[in-house]
C-alpha cells in the first residue's frame, strides 16, 4: 500500500526533530561503545593466560568479526522496516516483519556454523596462525560459533527496537550481556582454570542470554506471532543481499588500506592502525545518529510525511557536520599526546602527527557520509546503495595503487582514503537531494 504524501511543511520544528535524534541517538551511542569496551576487559583476561593464547583471541576474533560484520544488515534491514510499519500504523506487519528477521537471523546462523565448523583449521591458517597458536585460536573460533545464531538474534533484535524507536533497552541488553560476559570469563578462564575455551564459552553463554531476553520481549511482551512466514524470510534475505553488497564494499576498501599501509613497512603499519582505531572510535559518536536516521526516516516515511523526512533529514545532517568538527577539533587537541599514549617510536610517532590531521579534516565529510548513509537505510534505498557503494570503491582503488606504485607515503594513502569519503559524500547527497528515495506507506 502507498500512502499519498503530506504535502507541505512538517509540523514539527526543529527541537522536536532534536529531541528525537536525541532519544535514539544517544542510548545508540552507548551501546556501541559498550561492545569495545568489554571486548577489552575480555583481553585483558585472556593476557592472564600463558602464550599464545591472547594472539589465538586474536585471530579466532578476526574471523568471527568478519562473519558477524556482513550480517549487520540484520540490524539495519529490520529497522528500517519495522519504523516503516510502524509509522504506516501497521503494527501487526510490523511485528510480523520483525519475527521473519528473527527466524532470518536464527537460520543464517545455523548455516555459518554448519560451513565454517569444518573450515576453522583453514581460516585461521589463512591468517597466518601456525602450531599450538593455530590449535588454540581453532578451539576459540568453534566454541563460539555455537553463539552465532545468538549473536545474529541480537542483532536483529536490536534492529526491531530501534524500528520501534526503543534505543534505550537494546543499551541495557547491550551493557548487562557484555558486564555478564566479563564475569564469566573471570569465572571460567581465572577461576575454573579452562583457559581460552572459558572465555569463548562466556561469550555464547552471555550472547544466547542476550538473544533470550529480545525474544521475549517480542514475543512476550508485544506479542509477536511465533511462527514464520516462509515469503517473509526470504524477502528479508533478498532485501538483505544489497546491504551486504555495501558492507562488503566498506571491507574491502579498509583491507587494501592495511594491505597498502603493510607494504610501506613496520613503522608505518604500527601508525596506520593507531590512525584507524581513532577514526573507528569516532565513527562510533556518528553512527548513533546514522542509527537514528534509520529509524526516524522509516517511520516518517511510513506515515507518508515527505516533508517530516525532508525536514528531520536536514536536522540530521546539522548534527552530522557539527559532531564531526568537534570530533575533528578533539582529535587536533589530543594530536599531541596521542603517540605516547600508545607508546610510539620516534619514526612511529612523526607519522602518526601527519596522519592525525588528515584524521581530523576528514571528520565534518564523515559525519555527513554517515548520516545519509542512514538516512537512505531507513528509506529502503538498499539497491541503490549497493551501486553507490561499488562505484565509489571502484574510485578508491585506482588512488590507493597509485600511492602503492609511486612509493607515496602515509599521508598519501589517507588523501586517497579521503577521496573515497568525498566520492560517498557526492553519491549520497546527491540521492538525498532527490526525489526517487522518498517512498511512502508501508
Known sequence: MTLTPRSGRSSRSGRDHDRQILRLALPSFGALVAEPLFLLTDTV??????????????????VL???????VFLAYGTTAAVARQ??????GRALRQAVDGLWLAAGVGSAIIVIVWPLAPWLVHLIGAEGELARQAVTYLRISLLGVPAMLVVLAGTGVLRGMQDASTPLLVSVGSFALNAVLNVAFVLGLGWGIAGSAWGTVLAQSLAAAVYLVLIFVRYRAPFRP??????????????????????????????????????????????????????????????IAGQAI?????????????????????????????????????????????????????????????????????????????????GAGDRRYLAW???????????????????????????????????????TLSTRAYGTAWLVVGS
Do not use: H, K, N
Open 45 to 62: 583476561i585472556v593476557s592472564r593466560l600463558p602464550a599464545p593464547a591472547l594472539g589465538a583471541l586474536g585471530v579466532a576474533s578476526t
Open 65 to 71: 568479526s568478519f562473519l558477524v560484520g556482513m550480517c
Open 86 to 91: 510502524i509509522g504506516a500504523g501497521e503494527t
Open 229 to 290: 512466514d516462509l515469503a517473509g524470510v526470504r524477502a528479508a534475505g533478498s532485501a538483505g543481499i544489497a546491504l551486504i553488497i555495501r558492507t562488503v564494499c566498506l571491507q574491502a576498501v579498509l583491507a587494501v588500506s592495511a594491505a597498502v599501509a603493510t607494504r610501506m613497512g613496520t613503522d608505518q603499519i604500527e601508525a596506520y592502525t593507531v590512525a584507524i582505531r581513532i577514526w573507528i572510535l569516532m565513527a562510533f559518536a556518528l553512527d548513533a545518529i546514522a
Open 297 to 377: 526516516t522509516g517511520r516518517a516515511l511510513g506515515a507518508g510525511d515527505v516533508a517530516g523526512t525532508r525536514a528531520a533529514t536536514w536536522r540530521m545532517v546539522i548534527w552530522g557536520v557539527g559532531s564531526g568538527v568537534l570530533l575533528g577539533l578533539a582529535v587536533l587537541v589530543a594530536r599531541p599526546f596521542i603517540p605516547a599514549l600508545f607508546d610510539a617510536g620516534p619514526v612511529v610517532a612523526a607519522e602518526l602527527l601527519g596522519l592525525l590531521w588528515v584524521v581530523a579534516a576528514l571528520q565534518p565529510i564523515a559525519g555527513v557520509v554517515f548520516v545519509l548513509d542512514g538516512v537512505l537505510i
Open 388 to 426: 553507490a557503494g561499488v562505484w565509489t570503491t571502484i574510485a578508491y582503488l585506482p588512488a590507493a595503487l597509485l600511492v602503492d606504485l609511486w612509493g607515496g607515503g602515509l599521508v598519501a594513502l589517507w588523501l586517497a582514503f579521503g577521496l573515497w569519503m568525498a566520492a560517498r559524500l557526492i
